[in-house]
């Protein structure tokens, strides 16, 4: 068995869970849980483990390269502000995610709606980024 692939699709595989997370999760609020405090309260947690699980999964694939070659991946030009676009609304979104759990509660309606609606645009940008960043590295 080839360790280094195992590795690789073991990395991808959490990232694509988070991936899944940080754009499902702040859709179902919206739509399923719209006005459920309890339930988006549940959710802001998944989405916050899916958010945790891009930074670390991410973080994966560089100590991946770097075990198996001694050095991280060569990415330049739009695979490069691709992942800048990345990380950015991974800061983003915890920032709000944790917002959320902080002070949601206290929030209005209005209030969580627009947070649920700015952490569906940051997944969705995100995985966009994502694609680029895989094409063009």
Request: proline share 1%; net charge positive; glycine share 8%.
């Amino acid at each position: 068995m080839d360790l280094q692939n195992l590795s690789y699709a073991l990395v991808q595989l959490v990232h694509n869970f988070g991936a899944a997370a940080v754009v499902g999760v702040p859709l179902a609020a919206l739509t399923l849980a719209r006005g459920q405090l309890a339930t988006q309260h549940k959710l802001t947690w998944l989405v916050l483990a899916g958010w945790l699980a891009q930074f670390a999964s991410g973080a994966g694939f560089g100590a991946v390269s770097y075990y198996n070659y001694g050095k991280f991946p060569d990415i330049h030009g739009i695979a490069t502000g691709a992942l800048a676009i990345k990380v950015a609304c991974a800061a983003t979104a915890l920032l709000v995610a944790f917002a959320l759990l902080r002070m949601g509660t206290k929030w209005t309606e209005k209030s969580r709606h627009r947070a649920w609606h700015s952490l569906t645009s940051l997944g969705t940008i995100a995985l966009t980024a994502a694609a680029f960043l895989r094409w063009f590295s």
